[in-house]
């Protein structure tokens, strides 16, 4: 069994030349029916199946919009990558417009099942690829994403139905949003484009860039159906998944919690690692 693979992450400089590097923006989906937590109860936000998939509100997608006018985020973009989520999937194609109008091979619009949210919650559970295709597939493509939604059932499994388990699922097992999240950079390794945008949620970003760093996950919960490498639970003890050198305001930067909508750029680098 081969061990997980940290990739180096470092600032947009925009002077890279290297062929072994790709720009990459990770965006933070912008505000979902199921962040309205101001305004209602847990149990009518993430825990409740009136959000199941939640959409993106009225907010959200002028958030959207006004990404969509922010010069310099993707102008020079050959390649969107999403989360197969409904919200992920509205945040691609509502905020980069000039990408959309593309054409198909151009400027291809790709969903990535490894870029889904952490699954904990009714708002975390996704369409069936055939919904989703039949919504957005003219512009996304969804044909490398099973059918029916394979990690909610990964994790029913393990917890029980939504009415039976109300707390964290996967994010009492984040040795396996980590691995998840090299999935996704060993894939975008084998893709041709060099200058990508990927759309994703807090959480998974959380995991990717905190995993195995001093002080691990922000707010990681007790790890309960950690499916190995957590040791005692510790998850600044697994394998880092992205390294930041000896960059620590750049570490600190990125490992910030994501606003909804919010963009982030840096320079991911595929090189194989010094042993």
């Not at 994010?171 to 200058?195: K, T």
Request: hydrophobic share 35%; aromatic share 10%.
């Amino acid at each position: 069994r081969a061990a997980p693979r940290t990739f180096d992450v470092r600032r947009d400089d925009a002077t890279s030349t290297s062929t072994s590097t790709k720009r990459v923006t990770f965006v933070r989906h912008a505000e979902g029916f199921h962040n309205l937590k101001a305004a209602l109860t847990f149990d009518t936000t993430y825990n409740s199946s009136l959000n199941f998939d939640a959409r993106l509100t009225p907010r959200g997608e002028a958030q959207c919009r006004a990404l969509a006018e922010t010069r310099g985020v993707c102008e020079d973009c050959d390649l969107v990558v999403t989360s197969s989520m409904t919200r992920c999937v509205q945040t691609s194609l509502l905020s980069f417009p000039t990408l959309t109008r593309a054409a198909r091979d151009a400027v291809p619009f790709v969903a990535n099942e490894d870029l889904r949210e952490t699954a904990n919650y009714w708002c975390d559970r996704r369409r069936t690829t055939e919904e989703l295709e039949r919504e957005f597939g003219d512009r996304v493509d969804f044909s490398a994403c099973p059918m029916r939604d394979e990690l909610w059932e990964r994790y029913e499994r393990i917890a029980g139905p939504p009415d039976a388990w109300t707390k964290h699922r996967e994010s009492c097992d984040l040795y396996y949003v980590a691995n998840r999240c090299r999935a996704f950079f060993e894939w975008l390794e084998r893709r041709p484009e060099r200058r990508i945008v990927v759309s994703t949620h807090s959480a998974l970003l959380r995991c990717m860039f905190s995993y195995g760093h001093p002080g691990g996950v922000r707010a990681a919960p007790e790890q309960i159906f950690d499916s190995g490498g957590v040791f005692g639970g510790d998850t600044s003890k697994g394998v880092p998944v992205v390294s930041y050198g000896d960059d620590v305001d750049f570490a600190a930067r990125m490992r910030e919690d994501f606003d909804n909508c919010e963009y982030r750029t840096c320079f991911v680098d595929f090189a194989p690692r010094a042993v």
